[in-house]
């Protein structure tokens, strides 16, 4: 008999310079150098040969008393849990609250009564409608989960990076969720609201206006989660002490100010690295460049709330920060990656109705309805009503109840007691003082299914809206509009949403028609409220207008060929790296190019891998000789030519000429073209770049 040839897993190797084990109570160990753990089974027992199942003879039948074998396909095949009905795709991190001031004054919530106080954070980013594997750059309205570990209990806003929603009641939810997913006789598309049953539902669900202006602007494509505002949507109440009430939104504000992509570019960008949002999480986190938030509140009374212009219970829309001014509470920063993304960012579970004592909810029927949603939804996920036992979830204050058993209960109560009251003095008692208490709003009424009149204006914010944006910011919300619904095959639907724009915005309403062909433009949709003119723009709704005034956090692709000038690529990285901003080097082949001076210049990308979609600004540090092989390449010619098509700024050395030649660019063209001379060329490239993009050129490219 032929000697076996039993394959051998040999001496694990390792890539990482440390080896991390972790403890019974879930904290990391380095492992010893040489003192590699041996691979056991779930149960703990030692496994001596983890690439062979069981078998009679080399050749023969598997046996079922493989009981190694079995436990590690059994797992295997219920490694997947369901992805989350929406919101499935996301990607979170670890970090703090840090309380600026008591605020007492208006709510006793414990987290806001000491300055200086630190609540551990988790966050969850996410877009809605693509599933758990889709693109980053999918235009959808971006989730801001947040998780404040307080001492007083939980406490989840559960927010978007847009401040409004598209429907008024949560039992319209399934029915604009199933039209914006994969239609479900084909399965596609896949991600993308530029389809017609999305466009159908938008086209007869008037109150969604305001949202999908929204949604057409580029809110809805951000250059990275870092750059966007969250907020809360809805009004909440917070409540002090005396248990009285003040109206409270919340809203979150980037320190690194907002930015987003044009639509061409998320295109590129889903191909390129359609991980693009969690990689420049990622890579923050990992380099130390903590993103922050400033959690800000816009705070106001029943008097306020009753003579506001719309209802604060509407969900469609908002309280300009022009009319109420946010006031900042502290800061939120993300310092910590999560050590497994499934333990954490896959099985967090948030819930509008975790609030803590002195937050409370308003009837808002949006929040009303999510109130019942995100309970619920955790069971079909999570597979058990103990999910609140997994480390994610857990709070990390004190918690004692009498809830017990159930599938995978870890912490049952301990003791004879395990109800109240009871005799025998165990076990946690209720606190008026400390406990959780609801506004005592009164309140009366007939049972009706109605939809209040005073949420009837379903135009007024979308015009303010678009009106609100400055010209660059208008003209995509009018392209993205034309794309979406250039993909809807039902000219009904097309031209049904014509006459709603008409009531937005004749102009916008024309060009769109325009691109859709549509000759005869359709009667303005009836309006159960006429559409309002004398609504103040609010400067805040736009991007631009409140962009950052460093290039900090930023990223610039230097493009370099063989022959570049390596002192000078030093001074231009110096000089990006001192503003915080990073640099990564492009070059024609792995590994990089021989510099002038005979240095080698290492490079993150090659060419074909690198393109200028994936950053900010781009310089190109190239010879002539360089320059020109690089002319023939494709990849390179859209590298220059995406990065003048995207109104991005382009530094380059002279010897960059030949192939901005071939790629259609000329150097002289306009102001976001800058020579790299010497060092003040690189000064003035770095003040240029914190204008972010050229949007003057965007006329003369026709993006
Ligand atoms: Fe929702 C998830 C935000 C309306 C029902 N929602 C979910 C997440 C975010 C939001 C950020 C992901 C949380 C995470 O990262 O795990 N949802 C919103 C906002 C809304 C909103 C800002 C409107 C203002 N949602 C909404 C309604 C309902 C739901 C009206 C149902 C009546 N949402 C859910 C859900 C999800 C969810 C089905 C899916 C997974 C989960 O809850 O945990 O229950």
Same mark, same amino acid.
């Given at each position: ?332 920063? =993300? ?13 967090? $579970? ?31 996920? =999570? ?58 709003? $009164? ?81 303005? $949709? ?118 003048? $098509? ?58």
């Amino acid at each position: 008999m032929a000697k076996s040839a039993r394959q051998s897993s040999g001496t694990p190797a390792t890539i990482h310079d440390q080896k991390l084990e972790r403890g019974n109570g879930g904290e990391l160990h380095q492992i010893a150098e040489g003192d590699t753990p041996v691979l056991t089974t779930a149960q703990g027992v030692p496994v001596a040969d983890d690439q062979n199942t069981l078998k009679i003879g080399e050749r023969g039948p598997s046996l079922i008393e493989d009981f190694h074998f079995r436990e590690k396909i059994f797992h295997f095949d219920h490694e997947r849990i369901p992805e989350r009905v929406v919101h499935a795709r996301g990607y979170g991190a670890h970090g703090y609250f840090e309380t600026y001031e008591s605020l007492a004054k208006y709510t006793r919530a414990d987290i806001f009564q000491r300055a200086g106080e630190k609540t551990p954070a988790f966050v969850r980013f996410s877009t809605v409608a693509g599933s758990e594997g889709s693109a980053d750059l999918a235009r959808d309205v971006r989730g801001f989960a947040v998780k404040l570990y307080t001492k007083e209990g939980n406490w989840d806003i559960v927010g978007n990076n847009i401040p409004v929603f598209f429907i008024q009641d949560a039992i319209k939810f399934p029915d604009i969720i199933h039209s914006v997913k994969p239609e479900p006789d084909r399965g596609f598309p896949q991600a993308a609201s530029a389809h017609d049953t999305f466009w159908d539902f938008i086209s007869l669900t008037p109150e969604s206006m305001h949202m999908i202006m929204w949604v057409m602007s580029d809110r809805a494509i951000p250059r990275s989660f870092r750059f966007m505002e969250g907020f809360g949507v809805h009004t909440f109440r917070f409540l002090n002490a005396k248990d009285e009430s003040t109206f409270v939104k919340f809203h979150w504000k980037p320190k690194l100010g907002l930015q987003s992509v044009v639509w061409n570019e998320a295109l590129k960008i889903n191909g390129a690295d359609p991980d693009f949002h969690r990689r420049d999480l990622w890579d923050a986190i990992q380099s130390g460049n903590f993103p922050e938030w400033e959690l800000r509140v816009q705070l106001f009374d029943q008097d306020f709330a009753d003579s506001f212009d719309f209802d604060v219970l509407d969900p469609t829309k908002l309280i300009p920060e022009e009319v109420i001014a946010p006031i900042a509470l502290g800061r939120l920063v =993300l310092d910590r990656m999560p050590d497994n993304l499934f333990a954490e960012t896959e099985q967090v $579970a948030f819930m509008t109705q975790n609030v803590p004592p002195g937050v409370d909810f308003s009837n808002d029927p949006l929040l009303q309805g999510r109130n019942f949603s995100y309970l619920d939804t955790q069971i079909k996920r =999570l597979g058990s009503t103990n999910f609140t036992h997994l480390p994610i979830n857990a709070p990390k204050c004190p918690f004692h109840h009498f809830q017990q058993d159930g599938h995978m209960a870890m912490r049952n109560p301990v003791g004879r007691v395990n109800y109240q009251p009871n005799s025998f003095g165990e076990g946690p008692r209720e606190s008026a003082q400390r406990g959780f208490r609801s506004f005592p709003e $009164a309140m009366d009424g007939q049972k009706v299914r109605l939809r209040a009149a005073s949420f009837a204006d379903h135009y007024s914010q979308a015009r303010q809206f678009f009106n609100s944006q400055t010209a660059p910011e208008q003209k995509h919300i009018g392209m993205a509009l034309t794309f979406e619904l250039s993909k809807v095959e039902t000219s009904v639907i097309r031209e049904r949403m014509i006459s709603h724009l008409l009531n937005i915005d004749e102009g916008l309403a024309e060009t769109v028609a325009d691109k859709l062909g549509i000759k005869e433009l359709p009667k303005p $949709a009836d309006a159960a409220v006429a559409p309002r003119d004398d609504l103040e723009p609010s400067p805040a709704l736009s991007i631009l207008a409140n962009g950052p005034d460093s290039f900090a956090g930023r990223k610039v692709g230097v493009l370099v060929s063989p022959g570049a000038d390596a002192s000078l690529l030093k001074k231009l990285r110096t000089a990006i790296e001192k503003e915080g901003a990073t640099v990564e080097v492009i070059a024609p082949k792995v590994g990089g190019v021989e510099a002038a001076d005979g240095t080698m210049i290492a490079a993150k990308h090659m060419i074909d891998g690198g393109p200028s979609v994936l950053f900010d600004a781009v310089a190109l540090v190239l010879s002539e000789e360089g320059a020109e092989r690089l002319a023939g390449e494709a990849a390179a010619r859209d590298f220059v030519a995406d990065a003048f $098509a995207h109104c991005k700024f382009i530094a380059f050395t002279p010897g960059a000429a030949p192939l901005l030649r071939k790629a259609g660019v000329d150097p002289k063209a306009d102001e976001g073209l800058i020579g790299l001379g010497d060092a003040k060329a690189i000064a003035g490239f770095i003040e240029s770049c914190r204008k972010l993009r050229l949007w003057s050129r965007e006329t003369a490219v026709k993006l």
